[in-house]
């Protein structure tokens, strides 16, 4: 008789792996005469293959499936949600431009129109996974927009948290679009601003890396070829296995409910898997988060399109470009 198993092995440096073991039972042979029922059983292991690569696949496939129904949920209500919430905002403003000033009524409708903001904001967080098609990607330098935006968060972090940066100055261009490559970065920077709390340290390095087999084991669906990284690293609480395992599952948080939705590493992750990349993410409980974004090289700089050359070619290119 063959009994199929599946086994996880924990193996050194924390690095987890799956096997699939084929048990064969056979009763054992005595050169003595004895009766069945004091027969003994001797298990012998045929084949254990290594199916780790095959699990990673289909936890892929399951979390592409919940982006896909998150997708297929926003085309269905976010036009006619977002048609309410106009008329909602319209009201409320009107109904303020009718109210005296000092009334005790206006605080009331300035909430009105926070939450209907707040409402809308959720409703384009949900197209961000479904607006397949209508992004324009253009050569992009990461080191520049990363500077742009250390200013601006520098201040809104204030004292508290010192910025640590690694920005070669020579380095290729990724490809994308400029305005959603600023919303993962900033995104993952306020995350790792709030993993912090009251004082900590910030770091964030850009790379051009060229990936080796390992890295193409864990991402199978990603072309080989010559990516740019951005890595922002805390020093945080640091995150638990479990909720790693799910950290970028749709409305999946652990934030207060007033202050987080559960959607902004999701469609961070929907944003780079569009443009062909991946987000990895390095952690364990009392010594930080490591959240490293990966995109593809253009294979060109910004100031050679700015000077008339035509666009570089590559996986997001339009139709004849």
């Known amino acids: 008789m063959t009994v199929w198993a599946l086994v996880g092995l924990l193996l050194g440096a924390g690095l987890a792996a799956w096997c699939a073991v084929s048990a064969a039972l056979a009763r054992a042979a005595r050169k003595e005469k004895i009766s069945s029922a004091r027969a003994e059983w001797e298990r012998t292991f045929d084949v254990a293959r290594d199916i780790t690569a095959r699990k990673s696949l289909e936890e892929q496939l399951l979390h592409a499936q919940k982006m896909e129904a998150v997708g297929l949920l926003a085309v269905g209500i976010a036009h006619e949600f977002n048609n309410i919430l106009t008329g909602i905002k319209g009201y409320a403003h009107l109904a303020k431009g009718s109210l005296a000033a000092g009334s005790n009524f206006m605080n009331d409708m300035e909430a009105i129109e926070r939450l209907a903001q707040r409402a809308a904001d959720l409703t384009d967080a949900l197209l961000a996974f479904v607006k397949k098609g209508e992004h324009r990607f253009e050569p992009i ?3 520049h927009l990363v500077e742009e935006l250390l200013v601006l968060f520098g201040k809104t972090a204030g004292k508290r948290i010192s910025i640590r940066r690694t920005l070669p100055p020579d380095i290729p261009c990724a490809l994308g679009e400029r305005a959603l490559v600023n919303q993962v970065f900033m995104n993952l920077c306020l995350n790792a601003c709030e993993a912090m709390g009251r004082e900590g340290a910030l770091s964030v390095v850009v790379a051009h890396t060229s990936p080796g087999d390992e890295f193409y084991a864990a991402h199978p669906s990603l072309n080989r070829g010559e990516y740019l990284s951005i890595a922002v690293a805390d020093t945080g609480r640091g995150i638990d296995a479990e909720t790693r395992r799910r950290i970028f599952d749709p409305f999946f948080t652990t934030k207060a409910n007033t202050t987080g939705i559960g959607l902004g590493l999701p469609v961070s992750m929907g944003i780079v898997e569009r443009h062909g990349g991946c987000i990895e993410v390095a952690s364990e409980p009392g010594s930080g988060s ?5 995109l593809p ?10 000077a008339g050359a035509p666009p570089p070619r590559g996986p997001f290119a339009e139709p004849g470009a």
Do not use: I, M, P, R
Not at 290 to 294: A, D, G, L, P, R
């Open 141 to 143: 330098d990461l080191v």
């Open 290 to 294: 490591t959240f490293t974004v990966y």
């Open 297 to 306: 090289a253009a294979g060109a700089k910004v100031e050679d399109s700015a």
